[in-house]
T-cell receptor, first 113, second 115 residues
Framework: KNEVEQSPQNLTAQEGEFITINCSYS?????LHWLQQHPGGGIVSLFM???GKKKHGRLIATINIQEKHSSLHITASHPRDSAVYIC???????????????FGQGTILTVHP | GAGVSQTPSNKVTEKGKYVELRCDPI?????LYWYRQSLGQGPEFLIY????????DSGLPNDRFFAVRPEGSVSTLKIQRTERGDSAVYLC?????????????FGPGTRLTVL
């Protein structure tokens, strides 16, 4: 079992729909990141969370530390939101894994007009 | 140029050859990370540097892989005796420090193809 699991692996939506992507992890973490990767493009950091909820424009990210679960929501989705969304966790403080990110396999989102 | 840059953007080599991949981090960033992303997968960690030293190299798959950062800025990932299974996109990222509150900024990657 991977340390970071995302669901769904593929997601297709119609423009305007509310989208949720889920991420579960099995290790202690110091932070959780949501990243966006466009085809042929680089990776962009969307959010970094250690607790609670963050909002940026139409994007909302939440994390439940006790349940080891995070969600990324996109409101009023648009075709330009089509990309791969990746959840990544940063190791707990004090260990050698503290600096590195451990990634989920990504969720491929396609939003149709 | 404010972002992380990587060169070359594409590298095609033959099995058994030696390759070097370069990463220029954002100026002033002390932490530098190397990841590898195979087709259809999320990135996987290889190694990260804090300054000139490798703080964690546990992700390097075997001793054919080596990375250096001699002056605490530019880093080179070196792969000896390349194998077809090494084909992937190699990603570099940097952050101001190696702490959980610092965002990692990713470069565009180097696509390595081993024939």
């Amino acid at each position: 079992k991977n340390e970071v699991e995302q669901s769904p692996q593929n997601l297709t939506a119609q423009e305007g729909e509310f989208i949720t992507i889920n991420c579960s992890y099995s290790v202690g973490i110091s932070a959780l990141h949501w990243l966006q990767q466009h085809p042929g493009g680089g990776i962009v950091s969307l959010f970094m969370l250690s607790s609670g909820k963050k909002k940026h424009g139409r994007l909302i990210a939440t994390i439940n530390i006790q349940e080891k679960h995070s969600s990324l929501h996109i409101t009023a989705s648009h075709p330009r939101d089509s990309a791969v969304y990746i959840c990544a966790v940063r190791g707990g403080a004090g260990g050698t894994s503290y600096g590195k990110l451990t990634f989920g396999q990504g969720t491929i989102l396609t939003v149709h007009p | 140029g404010a972002g992380v840059s990587q060169t070359p953007s594409n590298k095609v080599t033959e099995k058994g050859k030696y390759v070097e991949l370069r990463c220029d981090p954002i100026s002033g960033h002390t932490a530098l990370y190397w990841y590898r992303q195979s087709l259809g997968q999320g990135p996987e960690f290889l190694i990260y540097f804090q300054g000139t030293g490798a703080a964690d190299d546990s992700g390097l798959p075997n001793d054919r892989f080596f990375a250096v950062r001699p002056e605490g800025s530019v880093s080179t990932l070196k792969i000896q005796r390349t194998e077809r299974g090494d084909s992937a996109v190699y990603l570099c990222a940097s952050s101001l420090r190696a702490v959980s509150t610092d965002t990692q900024y990713f470069g565009p990657g180097t696509r390595l193809t081993v024939l």
